[in-house]
């Protein structure tokens, strides 16, 4: 399925079912979510990423527009719907300041592994633990999805973004597994400096090694 949707490219990676929050600053876009208010239209975040737009991206649905400044500056509650693929972006919309997009939705599948899923929500509190972070889902194991980890796993927005890309729970499940493998080492090597920085000026009891 393809179809034309008003597009907000951002330096961010939005997730199906994601909640994000936004405050809009600039004209064009305050003029297309009133626009898609009033006509009840979704719209796509497209990322940015090192200033090149990205061709995936996440159709989003409008919740509510929460606050009007005096500005005219908007802040507005969204969801995340679904993941569109762009086949070709259009800059010039007869009287629209903002772009669009011609998209296609590329079919997701969202059957994991639960076990798998079991052992990625143990290494996250493992890696929130070591960084001293406090993070609890709202939803049971059974109903969490790699989209609700994703934000919480130090993947870096290129990480963010080439997980989007996967369009297969397990995929998913194992890049995240892949990742929060690779990080262990360098945590584990934040955690010794930490207590070095700790011990400095302290009466040290080394282990002499054996050479």
Known sequence: MTNFIPI????????????????????????MIRECAEQGKDFGIP???????HEYGTLMQLLHIEKIHPDGSLDIRTRGLKVFRILEVIRDIPEKPYAGAIVHYPDNH?????????SLVQALHWLHQKLHL????????????????????CLGLEGEYQMLELLHERQRQ?????????????????????????MNGHFRDLQIPDF
């Open 174 to 198: 194992e890049y995240l597994r892949r990742h929060l493998k690779n990080i262990r080492p360098v945590i584990d090597e934040i955690e010794k400096l930490r207590e070095k920085i700790k």
């Open 47 to 53: 990322p940015v990423i090192k200033g090149r737009l």
């Open 110 to 118: 969202t059957e994991g592994d639960h076990r798998l899923m079991q």
């Open 134 to 153: 406090e993070k609890s889902f709202d939803k049971p194991i059974d109903h969490l999805s790699t989209y609700d980890l994703a934000h919480h796993a």
């Open 8 to 31: 907000f490219p951002l330096e961010l990676v939005v997730y199906p079912g994601e909640q994000l929050n936004l405050h809009i600053r600039e004209k064009r876009y305050q003029q």
